[in-house]
């Protein structure tokens, strides 16, 4: 008798454990053949032969249906200063790249506008990168 009691208990708690799991997750669409790149760093050299190389090839190549690179930080502050990487972000555009970048840091460094004018999509980003860490995405940081 206790045994069974106990089996049944272990089999709720189970299908309860695997409803929640399914129930909070349910509203994320799985994305694996979407590539995330956070570009971070202002050292031009990283963003031009790493993370811009390697972002520009996954979407050329066809690596990944879906890329979208987001600007935060001192990527922002680099990117309304420096007319190549001005060029190099709009050649990703044209080829199909998704460019977002971080509302707070923008604002934070009073460039928000000027990003807006690059044609860089600025916005709050915390929700957008916590669901494409949670959708399955691939996320890459520089």
Same mark, same amino acid.
């Given at each position: ?5 106990? +089996? ?9 454990? @695997?409803?929640?799991?399914? @129930?909070?997750t349910?509203?994320?669409?799985? *994305? !694996? ?6 570009? *971070?760093?202002? =050292?031009?050299?990283? %963003?031009?032969?790493? @993370?811009f190389?390697? *972002?520009h090839?996954?979407?050329? %190549? ?6 979208? +690179?987001?600007?935060?930080? !001192?990527?922002?502050?680099l990117?309304?200063?420096?007319? &190549?990487?001005? &060029? ?5 555009? =044209? ?16 460039? %928000? ?14 929700? !957008?990168?916590?669901?494409y860490? &949670?959708?399955? @995405? ?5």
């Amino acid at each position: 008798m206790k045994t069974k009691f106990i +089996l049944s208990l272990i089999t709720a708690l189970f299908f309860f454990n @695997a409803s929640q799991s399914s @129930a909070q997750t349910e509203n994320i669409e799985v *994305t !694996p053949d979407k590539l995330v790149v956070l570009w *971070t760093s202002d =050292d031009p050299y990283v %963003a031009e032969k790493v @993370a811009f190389m390697y *972002t520009h090839a996954a979407k050329r %190549a066809g690596w990944f249906s879906e890329v979208t +690179l987001i600007v935060w930080g !001192p990527s922002q502050k680099l990117t309304v200063e420096n007319l &190549k990487i001005q &060029k190099k972000l709009k050649a990703m555009q =044209d080829d199909g790249i998704v460019i977002q970048a971080c509302i707070s840091c923008a604002n934070s460094y009073g460039i %928000a506008e000027e990003l807006k004018k690059l044609g860089i999509e600025v916005k709050g980003m915390g929700k !957008p990168l916590t669901h494409y860490l &949670k959708s399955g @995405a691939k996320v890459l940081t520089f």
